[in-house]
Each structure stands twice: as structure tokens, then as C-alpha cells.
């Protein structure tokens, strides 16, 4: 792809951009899910495209497209172009580049045992092995549902811009996820675990996948065994940094983006919104203790 990228950096500096670059990206994977102990049909996902930016009088346009003929590449550009030239009116301090980048290279994250080489067969077998060590759950707790997800992605890269720079650079990803959900006569638990890795299958058989599951599961059915009930009533609460972040996004960032409907958001939410004025969530909260 390395001509179409060059071809989107001369279309810009034909019809007039000061400065241009393009990227070309392109994404092929695999993901293979088991739920329940059943496996999904693989999934396989191929994704490509080209993105433009270009500097106008001072202002940057930026476009992009999946379809990768030079006919819609020139379209692109073309309108990246407009997108700035228009901008350059709103601009009162002109961006400047810092100088010219000529740089070449090639670059890569290594692979001791190439994604290319691992077979779906493979990637089951395992995904199998993590569910079956999950038989060996605590009595004390049943589960009564799990997921196990185990994805992998190549990424290619492709950038070039006006000043002569030409870089190529390829990541291999790797990723695992297991969600479980435990129950007891004491009550119920979810848990999940994400692992992610840039690098080849040698990632994957360092983490260990059946010992991983197990030992989530093993930690549920320890909370659900000793611990405690909470207290009723009001209750001060000091929030750790993962359920803020959550209430952040979901109570506050998102009834910002539009125009919400108050009924959607949680009382949490609501009342946050309106005491804080749209700023951002503290860190510690006093809250009503929902045993839900």
C-alpha cells in the first residue's frame, strides 16, 4: 500500500496543502469464544483503510476512507483539503510544523511463534483446557455462567508525509477475557479478567489460561464464603479508582455527549449532575449504601 499513501501525499501538495500525510492501517484477526463450555462460530475480521491530513493557511483538515481506489483517494484528500481551507478562516494563530521529519523506517514487534502459524484447532484446544479447569471450582459455589474469549490481532501501518518521511510498522496483539458468575446460598458474585499482550502465541502460553480461570474462580467462592453483609442505613464510602471511573463514564461523560433523557440517568447520576454543574465526579462520595 505503500503507492497509494504516497499518491494521497502529492494529490495534497498538487492542489495546494502546505503540508500532508497519510496513513494506511490495516487490521486481520481471529476470536474464538466459548460460553457456557459451547463454543461460538470463529470469528475472523479484516478491516483496511487510508487517513489524510493536511495543512491550509494555517489549519489542519483531516479525512479518511475504507475504499482503496485512487479515485477515492483523491476525493478524500480533496475534501480534507476544504475541510482546512475552510478552518483556516476560524484559525486566529497558524499552525506550524516543527520541522521536516525525513525519516525511513521499518519497525516491528517480534513473534517467537508467528499468530499466522496458530490454527483454530489450537486456539480451541486451549480455550477447552481453561474451561475444563474450571471443574475444579469450590463446591461452595456453583457458576452459572462463563465466558471465555481468546482474540488475536495483526496490525499493519503504513505512513508517509510531504517532508519525505516513509515509516512501515506491524503489531501482532493478543488478548484474553474470562467473565464468571458464581452462586451461593450466601448470594451471588461476577468477576471478570482481561489479559493483553503485543507479541506472538509465546504471550499466550506464559499467561497460563486454565490456571487464570481457576483462580478467578477461586476467588469468588473466598468472597462469597467469608464475606461480610455491609451495614444498612446511610453510609460515608471512599470509592476506588475503577467504580469512579465508571461512575464518571457512565452517570456523568455520557448525559453530557446529547441531550439525555433524565429518566435513563441513575439517581447517582442525577444528583451528582446537578450538584457538581457538569463538573467532574469527586473522588469520594456520600452516598445511599444499595444493597442491589
Given at each position: 500500500m505503500e503507492d497509494l499513501v504516497k499518491f494521497a501525499v502529492d494529490?495534497?501538495?498538487?492542489?495546494?496543502?502546505?503540508?500532508?500525510?497519510?496513513?494506511?492501517?490495516?487490521?486481520?484477526?481471529?476470536?474464538?469464544?466459548f460460553k457456557n463450555g459451547t463454543p461460538d462460530p470463529a470469528g475472523f475480521t479484516k478491516k483496511s483503510g487510508i487517513a489524510v491530513r493536511v495543512l491550509v493557511n494555517g489549519a489542519l483538515g483531516f479525512?479518511?476512507?475504507?475504499?482503496?481506489?485512487?479515485?477515492?483517494?483523491?476525493?478524500?484528500?480533496?475534501?480534507?483539503?476544504?475541510?482546512?481551507?475552510?478552518?483556516?478562516?476560524?484559525?486566529?494563530?497558524?499552525?506550524r510544523m516543527a520541522g521536516r521529519t525525513e525519516s525511513r523506517a521499518r519497525w516491528s514487534a517480534k513473534e517467537k511463534l508467528p499468530l499466522a502459524d496458530v490454527s483454530v484447532e489450537?486456539?480451541?484446544?486451549?480455550?477447552?483446557?481453561?474451561?475444563?479447569?474450571?471443574?475444579?471450582?469450590?463446591t461452595s459455589m456453583k457458576l452459572v455462567a462463563r465466558l471465555l474469549d481468546l482474540s488475536s490481532e495483526t496490525e499493519e501501518?503504513?505512513?508517509?508525509?510531504?517532508?519525505?518521511?516513509l515509516v512501515f510498522g506491524t503489531v501482532p496483539r493478543t488478548s484474553f477475557f474470562v467473565l464468571l458468575t458464581g452462586a451461593s446460598d450466601k448470594g451471588t458474585i461476577q468477576r471478570w479478567n482481561n489479559q493483553g499482550e503485543s507479541g506472538g502465541w509465546e504471550v499466550v502460553k506464559q499467561w497460563n489460561l486454565p490456571k487464570i480461570a481457576l483462580d478467578e474462580a477461586?476467588?469468588?467462592?473466598?468472597?462469597?464464603?467469608?464475606?461480610?453483609?455491609?451495614?444498612?442505613?446511610?453510609?460515608?464510602?471512599?470509592?476506588?479508582?475503577?467504580?469512579?471511573g465508571i461512575i464518571c463514564h457512565e452517570s456523568c461523560g455520557h448525559p453530557q455527549r446529547s441531550r439525555p433523557n433524565p429518566?435513563?440517568?441513575?439517581?447517582?447520576?442525577?444528583?451528582?449532575?446537578?450538584?457538581?454543574?457538569?463538573?467532574?465526579l469527586p473522588s469520594r462520595l456520600r452516598t445511599r449504601h444499595n444493597s442491589r
Open positions: 494529490t495534497a501538495s498538487t492542489i495546494g496543502a502546505s503540508y500532508s500525510e497519510a496513513r494506511f492501517q490495516r487490521n486481520e484477526g481471529i476470536r474464538l469464544v479525512a479518511c476512507t475504507n475504499t482503496l481506489t485512487k479515485e477515492r483517494i483523491r476525493a478524500t484528500v480533496e475534501s480534507a483539503y476544504r475541510t482546512a481551507k475552510e478552518s483556516g478562516r476560524l484559525v486566529k494563530i497558524p499552525i489450537e486456539r480451541l484446544s486451549l480455550l477447552s483446557e481453561a474451561e475444563r479447569s474450571l471443574a475444579d471450582t469450590p501501518k503504513v505512513f508517509a508525509n510531504s517532508e519525505g518521511a477461586k476467588t469468588m467462592a473466598e468472597i462469597l464464603e467469608k464475606g461480610k453483609k455491609p451495614p444498612s442505613g446511610e453510609v460515608d464510602m471512599v470509592l476506588g479508582s475503577e467504580i469512579v429518566r435513563t440517568r441513575s439517581s447517582t447520576g442525577r444528583r451528582v449532575l446537578h450538584q457538581t454543574r457538569h463538573a467532574w
